[in-house]
């Protein structure tokens, strides 16, 4: 690939004028020449420049080279190290002096100040150190903050943003008009990070404008904190022209040549992404390398070349192609490729956990962003339910978009919804909850979050009483293990945000809106922490003869911000897509969650399918079951060594990559029997939808589902012999019991006065019910 080229912002000097300027001053604007420089170190840097900047893309020209040369070559030292700085300082937008107590002050250097819109334009800084300071040199500017920075939220994204935080100021309280800048400083190799000590040498600045047009940036230099001169002399306004860039008209089509939603990330030769990510406003977040865009939109780019990357969510073959922009580019089309459409067979994909205010969320993150920017982003992963949770940060704010049904911004099959988490309120120090399917939004006694009660099991009674689908959020947190073996009778801390408190709630039964009792607890979530850990307290469950299902979730932008749908459930519906109905297919388990790398569809045992009829054959006799589905997977044909070295606590916690077979193309599809892998099966994750069949021997009650580990996982269908319930494990039971005590010993403490004669009410129907089941199990 071409190296994307960023013009030094002057006229190419001819060598004529090289040699006139070596002799006379003849711009307005020039730095002084600096006498008395050692001319053999300033020679060897002078080179590393040099080196820099072709790797840049951003060379000096052949008669700027060829008088360097010469320079290099005259006898006459001081006259060299004259003409060169003469050379060079024409590309200087800076000239930088440091005292020898280490002040700083900056002045305006020839080179014009242009920069073009969209795109990079790199400068020179020439810096005198009479300090002999080996710092590095910082260059910042309040237009440079980060957009996203403006409110307080969110990580530094910008070398400025930190430099006003470290300052221990607020960051200057600018509009979005004046945040149009962006810098980098250059010190990678051939240069250094830090100065080298020499009196003088010359450093690469590199600058971007978001806009068109006239626009003003102040800049200031320091090598440290406190390091700036006083007042104006460390400060330098200075006006810049910025050019139009291309305006590119992207068609966007999909498998059926029909206009859709796609992701691109867009590098130049130096990996920078494009827009730039710290001048983003939504739609697109500034903390993800690619934007989103339909059929007929546009982005801009300044001329030069790119690295263009197209994908559309897990289900669809990324792209990857080089984009040249030239005056006569005004069009670039993309057209989908998937690999799989598990919506053509009825499985409908969702992530039941995502957010569009707090954590990674920017411009005023108490706020957030709007549902319209939170279905681009479904529609162009692909994702086709999104469960919108409002919680503590956002609530006052988002609270007004929750409407009991999906929002007016869908286009079906891309349905969201606004639901709850309650998180950052609460009940949420036992374990935060999704509340899914609400008719009301806010707990009975008050109009915000304050209010609500701080018992799990309270929070939950009100919720099914309307109808509503429940589950605790991020199922690891607080129960982490160290181990990898699964199931393990490790009892875990309980100290976290989990599924903690669902040890004591999964025991209990609450009214439906009918006033019939159903199970407190509907779904766990899982594919957002580590893998051992949620699923160890879902296997323990199940042993004991809980019916619980599961439901994939992404918890973004908290746990994951790189895109949403990173976790899905693929619901069956027999019809079409309606957000209620998924929901209620995830409350009969009528699902598999995954990364969306693998499914595992029509997973039956005798032909009971799961997610129908309760999930449940019954056997008069213990004997050998047919255990059939339909799979797929698709994995790169090389493998990543990164993800593959990983261990199970790590990111990503679910992917297809971590369950590749060494350096083949397999992965691994086993059938499991109360917890633990009885056969299996490898298959080649070329894409292919393949037929599995496995016979399995059921010699007493238990509980059978499919998994590839860690990207895919049913839901489990329940296999009575001779009408007798799950009691599959002893040591399980145990570990509920001792679960209990050890999760009570850690949210009691939580639990307001008022509530905790209820607390200790529903913990003791816990401890008496895992009691009467432990009596009940005949063997380990």
Not at 168 to 195: H, I, M, R, V
Not at 291 to 315: A, F, I, N, Q
Not at 512 to 540: C, H, I, R
Request: charged share 25%.
């Amino acid at each position: 690939m071409q190296a994307h080229r960023i013009p030094f912002c002057k006229e190419r000097l001819t060598g004529f004028a090289l040699l006139a300027f070596a002799s006379h001053a003849l711009l307005a604007a020039t730095l002084p020449i600096e006498k008395d420089v050692e001319w053999q170190p300033l020679a060897t840097q002078v080179n590393r420049l040099i080196e820099a900047t072709d790797y840049l893309g951003s060379p000096f020209s052949a008669d700027e080279k060829k008088a360097i040369d010469a320079a290099m070559q005259d006898t006459d030292t001081k006259r060299a190290a004259e003409t060169v700085q003469t050379i060079l300082d024409q590309h200087c937008l800076f000239g930088v002096t440091i005292n020898p107590e280490m002040r700083v002050k900056v002045a305006g250097g020839p080179a014009k100040p242009e920069l073009v819109e969209q795109g990079w334009r790199q400068f020179l800084v020439k810096v005198v150190n009479d300090s002999g300071t080996t710092a590095e040199l910082q260059a910042v500017s309040p237009n440079a903050i980060s957009v996203y920075s403006q409110d307080g939220g969110g990580p530094r994204r910008t070398p400025s943003d930190q430099y006003y935080r470290k300052k221990g100021e607020a960051l200057p309280l600018l509009d979005a008009a004046q945040l149009w800048l962006d810098l980098e400083s250059f010190n990678q190799q051939p240069l250094s990070k830090t100065l080298s000590g020499l009196r003088l040498e010359y450093r690469i600045i590199q600058l971007y404008s978001r806009d068109a047009g006239q626009r003003e940036g102040k800049f200031s230099f320091n090598v440290g904190q406190g390091t700036q001169d006083i007042g104006f002399r460390n400060e330098l306004d200075t006006l810049f022209t910025c050019l139009p860039a291309r305006t590119i008209t992207l068609r966007v089509r999909d498998e059926n040549n029909q206009p859709t939603t796609a992701a691109f990330v867009i590098r130049d030769a130096q990996q920078r992404i494009y827009p730039a990510q710290a001048k983003r406003l939504a739609p697109d977040f500034p903390f993800q390398p690619q934007v989103y865009r339909s059929d007929g939109e546009t982005l801009k780019l300044p001329e030069g070349d790119y690295t263009v990357e197209c994908s559309r969510g897990p289900e669809a073959i990324m792209q990857t192609r080089r984009l040249a922009v030239a005056a006569d580019l005004e069009e670039v089309a993309f057209k989908i490729e998937r690999w799989i459409d598990p919506s053509q067979f009825g499985w409908w994909s969702g992530d039941h956990h995502i957010h569009a205010a707090g954590c990674a969320h920017y411009v005023k993150p108490t706020q957030g962003v709007l549902a319209s920017d939170m279905i681009r982003h479904c529609m162009g992963e692909d994702l086709k339910i999104g469960a919108n949770l409002t919680w503590g940060p956002c609530f006052d704010y988002q609270k007004q978009f929750f409407c009991g049904t999906v929002d007016k911004v869908s286009q079906y099959p891309y349905l969201l919804r606004y639901d709850i988490e309650v998180s950052g309120f609460g009940s949420h120090q036992s374990g935060h909850l999704v509340l899914l399917r609400l008719q009301e939004e806010i707990y009975p006694g008050g109009d915000s979050k304050d209010h609500w009660p701080t018992l799990c099991l309270n929070t939950l009674r009100w919720a099914k009483k309307q109808g509503s689908v429940c589950g605790p959020a991020h199922s690891g947190w607080g129960l982490e293990v160290q181990t990898s073996e699964l199931p393990n009778y490790i009892v875990p801390p309980f100290d976290g945000i989990g599924a903690n408190e669902y040890i004591v709630d999964v025991t209990h039964e609450l009214p439906g809106p009918d006033g019939k009792l159903l199970p407190a607890v509907d779904f766990l979530s899982l594919a957002d922490t580590p893998y051992v850990w949620e699923l160890n307290m879902w296997y323990q469950t199940l042993n004991a003869g809980y019916r619980t299902r599961v439901s994939g979730e992404t918890d973004f932008p908290c746990i994951y911000d790189e895109k949403v749908g990173l976790g899905r459930s693929y619901v069956k519906l027999d019809g079409k897509l309606d957000y209620d109905a998924w929901c209620e297919g995830v409350r009969q388990g009528r699902n598999y969650v995954s990364d969306g790398k693998s499914h595992l569809m029509e997973f039956k045992v005798n032909g009971a399918a799961v997610g129908e009829k309760g999930s449940e054959l019954k056997l008069a006799q213990p004997g050998a079951v047919k255990v059939t589905a339909r799979v797929a997977a698709r994995l790169n044909e090389q493998p990543n060594p990164a993800l593959q070295k990983l261990d199970y606590a790590k990111q990503p916690y679910w992917d297809i990559e971590r369950a590749r077979m060494g350096d083949t193309r397999e992965v691994a599809v086993e059938v499991i029997v109360n917890g633990y892998p009885v056969v299996k099966k490898n298959i080649v994750a070329d894409g292919a939808l393949q037929d599995v069949s496995f016979e399995v021997k059921i010699e007493r009650s238990s509980w059978v589902a499919l998994r590839i580990l860690p990207s895919s996982h049913t839901n489990p269908i329940f296999v009575l012999v001779d009408d007798k319930p799950i009691r599959a494990s002893k040591r399980s039971a145990e570990w509920c019991l001792k679960g209990v005590e050890q999760c009570w010993s850690q949210k009691e403490k939580f639990i307001k006065a008022d509530e905790r004669d209820e607390a200790r009410t529903a913990y003791d129907h816990a401890r008496a019910t895992y009691q009467k089941i432990l009596g009940e199990c005949e063997q380990d």
